[in-house]
């Protein structure tokens, strides 16, 4: 009976988040959708298509009670994985391997579960505080479709957007801690990740009810700090966002804890031998361009001298300089939003007991970019990490101009023009690898074009050169393209451009990167369609000849080529061979990036963003 009545409460609220879930969902690609619904279609008679798969449809004790009464000793099946285990087992299961063994749980054992029974740990859950019950619409005034800036002190700035699009119950929430002492160099970066990692470990005890209530949040170290994101219905938002500045504000190292993580992450350091040929090109290549960016094998050193006392001295250290750059968006006052951040600095920076401090205006930081050499190709051979690996690598990277909006919508239309012919002949004709692509590039603004190829059948220095060929038989294609084709490239970006965001998570992504980037270019797809819109054939000609023709006066290359264990006499002889005309090698990633000139940054340098 106690069961029923209990069951019967929880169903109910079940029901009820299910239903608020349901009413209040938000928008996902349409082709998810179909999907969604067409697997329902296989399951469910037609009038229970669109819901039966979300909210559950009646209230049946008896169901309830006949899995509840299987719920007995006699059912357990434990799974216990553990190293104690080797040369205790007598299976194999075929497909990895793997060596396993199968034995009955003894009676004695389960005499013993029924003599404890019950056992006052297992409870049911406590109410859950993060259910939404104020699921009202605020009636901000001013309707403003751009984010503005609301307040700013010493220690924050919060802009703030609200909802005009999707009309639900929701809020965005991002909190961009600054610390310049959180990057500076390898051991502190690695310090910064463990942080987040075991704030994220400490926040587990509230995550199921969150995620039930409807409340996604995180904590992830970023370039420059690390960054709070929380997304879902605003009701309880401020609970979810107390605790977890409550969380930093109160941080203890865990010991126990530490080495847990500890593990993972080394763990996760030592897979990077393994990642895939193109996954290692694409790594070097943001080492190369990246400022201030530190090699795997560094951190991995850092991180296997770290006790936990090491982050007890260096987190007072990294908060001791902060700065938060708050954006809040969606079913939110702006007055609200205030409050929420003025009360969050009171306890982080003005409190007896609070952990930061501000951040001197000298001392902000930005990511910078390497900028290449005109006219010039520079090529960075490597033998990939895992040598077992038959597959080489190769990304031919074309750097091209700095966030102009102009030359971003003639490149977006090269890429759009480009992509299906390169995939065509890399690809499909010349049957390279599975992996051959055309794509933008764009780090921090600095944008450019990259072909990523991962073959077998061809060295990278080979695939460089199946590149370059491809661009040859591409420019007679573009000086060929009829006016018609060229029109119906450009209405289709057009058309991506006009697409609305689906819910909040989107549009507070675009918004959040104009912020974050400090291009504060909140107008960027009206003024890009705008210019589409007088675009001419001849210039998107003009833009290729000059920056991505082969042979452009003009052009910046940076090829990485990773050489696979096929592969390896070819490495010899090109790390042995003089550089061809008007290329040179880069032997070392650092000494070459010290060696080069960086972009500006727009923030808070001679740009939009003052800081
Ligand atoms: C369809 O969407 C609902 C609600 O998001 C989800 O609960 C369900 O698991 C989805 N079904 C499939 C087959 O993806
Ligand atoms: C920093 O955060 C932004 C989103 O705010 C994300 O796009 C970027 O990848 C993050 N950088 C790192 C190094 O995690
Ligand atoms: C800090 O707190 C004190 C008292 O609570 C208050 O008077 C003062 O204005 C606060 N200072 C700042 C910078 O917020
Ligand atoms: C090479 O890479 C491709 C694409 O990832 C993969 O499918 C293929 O199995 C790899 N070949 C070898 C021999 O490892
Ligand atoms: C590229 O960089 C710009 C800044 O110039 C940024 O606003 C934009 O969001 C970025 N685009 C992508 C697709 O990452
Ligand atoms: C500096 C650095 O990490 N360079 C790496 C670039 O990629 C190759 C292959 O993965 C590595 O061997 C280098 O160590």
């Not at 290359?557 to 490495?571: D, K, N, R, V």
Request: aromatic content about 12%; some cysteine; hydrophobic content about 40%.
């Amino acid at each position: 009976m106690l069961i029923n009545c209990v069951t019967f409460f929880w169903t109910v609220k079940l029901l009820a988040i299910c239903e608020t879930g349901f009413h209040y969902r938000d928008k996902s690609p349409p082709s998810n959708y179909v999907v969604n619904i067409s697997s329902n279609m296989q399951i469910f008679p037609p009038e229970d298509w669109l819901i039966a798969s979300s909210v559950p449809s009646k209230f049946s004790p008896d169901a309830i009670q006949k899995v509840l009464n299987e719920l007995t000793t006699e059912n357990v099946r434990i799974f216990w994985e553990s190293k104690l285990f080797e040369g205790h087992t007598d299976l194999t299961e075929p497909w990895y391997g793997t060596s396993y063994c199968v034995e009955a749980v003894p009676p004695s054992i389960m005499q013993k579960w029924v003599e404890n029974a019950p056992n006052e740990d297992l409870h049911l859950p406590k109410p859950n505080i993060f259910i939404p019950t104020d699921l009202s619409l605020k009636n901000v005034e001013e309707k403003t479709s751009f984010p503005c800036m609301l307040r700013k002190t010493l220690f924050s700035r919060l802009w703030y957007k609200p909802d005009t699009m999707f009309f639900t119950p929701k809020v965005f929430i991002k909190m961009d801690f600054h610390c310049p002492l959180s990057n500076s160099s390898p051991e502190s970066s690695v310090l910064t990740d463990v942080f987040t990692r075991l704030l994220m470990d400490y926040l587990n005890d509230y995550a199921y009810d969150a995620e039930v209530a409807g409340l996604y949040y995180a904590v992830r170290p970023n370039d420059t700090g690390f960054q709070v994101t929380m997304v879902g219905y605003n009701d309880k938002m401020r609970t979810l966002l107390d605790t977890v500045i409550g969380k930093i504000a109160d941080f203890e190292v865990k010991i126990d804890r530490f080495s847990v993580i500890k593990e993972t992450m080394t763990k996760g350091y030592e897979n990077f031998k393994f990642r895939q040929p193109y996954q290692q090109a694409m790594y070097n290549c943001t080492l190369i361009l990246e400022e201030q960016t530190w090699p795997w094998d560094e951190e991995l050193a850092a991180l296997s001298n770290l006790e936990a006392r090491n982050l007890e001295d260096f987190l007072p250290r990294m908060l001791a300089k902060t700065f938060i750059e708050c954006y809040f968006a969606g079913n939110i006052e702006p007055s609200e939003a205030e409050s929420v951040v003025q009360h969050i600095e009171g306890i982080l920076f003005n409190s007896s007991t609070s952990v930061c401090k501000s951040l001197p205006p000298s001392q902000h930081l930005t990511k910078r970019i390497v900028k290449l050499e005109r006219g010039l190709r520079y090529y960075y051979p490597a033998m990939c990490l895992n040598q077992q690996d038959e597959n080489s690598s190769l990304l031919h990277y074309i750097q091209i101009h700095q966030d102009d909006l102009k030359q971003n919508v003639l490149l977006q239309l090269l890429a759009v023009v480009a992509k299906q012919p390169a995939f065509h002949q890399l690809r499909s004709v010349e049957q390279l690898g599975y992996i051959a692509l055309l794509r933008q590039r764009n780090d921090s603004g600095v944008r450019g074009l990259q072909f990523i190829i991962q073959s077998t059948v061809k060295d990278p220095s080979n695939l460089d050169a199946r590149v370059e060929a491809f661009l040859k038989m591409f420019e007679v294609t573009l000086h060929e393209m009829p006016d018609a084709e060229f029109k119906s490239n450009v209405n289709a970006l057009i058309d991506m451009k006009r697409e609305k965001y689906k819910n909040i998570r989107e549009e507070s992504a675009f918004f959040w990167g104009e912020i974050s980037q400090g291009t504060l270019k909140f107008d960027r797809k009206e003024t890009e369609i705008a210019a589409l819109e007088e675009l001419k054939k001849e210039e998107l000609i003009e833009f290729f000849d000059n920056h991505v023709k082969v042979g452009a006066p003009e052009k910046k290359i940076l090829s990485i080529q990773i050489y696979g264990g096929l592969h390896s006499s070819e490495y010899e002889k090109i790390i042995h061979d003089a550089p061809p005309p008007h290329s040179h090698r880069i032997t070392d990633i650092f000494s070459f990036r010290r060696s080069r000139p960086l972009y500006g940054s727009f923030r808070g340098g001679a740009g939009q963003m003052k800081l």
